[in-house]
């Protein structure tokens, strides 16, 4: 999941970058319609807590929509051409190996979900010298190679089934699927 939390105030500053991200994104027209239906990229409201005020979150769970164009093919965050300077950098690049593991859902053998966990409480705060916890475990060479190059255990058909291909049978794993049907009326052109 990526997010990005501002305070309520700002809310029409992240309904312009959910505007952007799906304007911008590579998205063809059905699935610019699905995404402005639908919850893949989403704006929701947190109510306050404790002392601080109420926030509003960006959040994209989809993880096709993470993996094939907003890390992919981004034009500033997919190819590289954006330069962080704080260790958000190094987020990042953990970020896109844990999107590529579960996209092709390696993160379901046991190995390569427990190297998946371990990299994730590397990130974000757990990065920060105010890190209190000092028995934080970094991923060695070997184990963030392995994450690097994991092999997909599923392929994505173009339908949006997903099929098993670590089996000889090759069966469909993943069957769910939404549409956006265009209606033609032949007399009358597209309606």
Known sequence: MFSLVMTEKQL????????????????DSYSIYKLKNSSA???NHQKARNNSKGSIVLIIKNIHVLH??????????????LNF???????????????????????????IKSLVLKLSLTM????????????????????MD???????????LSDGR????????????HQHTSCVYEIINQSRGLN
């Open 124 to 143: 974000n705060n757990y990065r920060l010298s105010t890190n209190t916890d000092p028995d934080k475990e970094f991923l060695d060479k070997l184990e």
């Open 12 to 27: 029409p500053v992240l309904e312009k970058v959910k505007e952007y991200l799906i304007n911008n994104l590579g998205f």
């Open 68 to 81: 094939n164009h907003f890390l992919a093919t981004h034009p500033f965050i997919g190819r590289g051409d």
């Open 41 to 43: 990229i989403a704006i």
């Open 146 to 156: 392995t994450l690097v190059n994991i092999s997909p255990t599923i392929e994505h």
């Open 85 to 111: 300077i704080t260790k958000k950098y190094k987020d990042y690049k953990d970020f896109k190996i844990i999107c590529k593991a579960v996209y092709f859902a390696a993160h379901k053998i046991s190995k």
């Open 162 to 173: 997903q099929r098993d291909i670590t089996t000889l049978r090759r069966k469909i794993v």
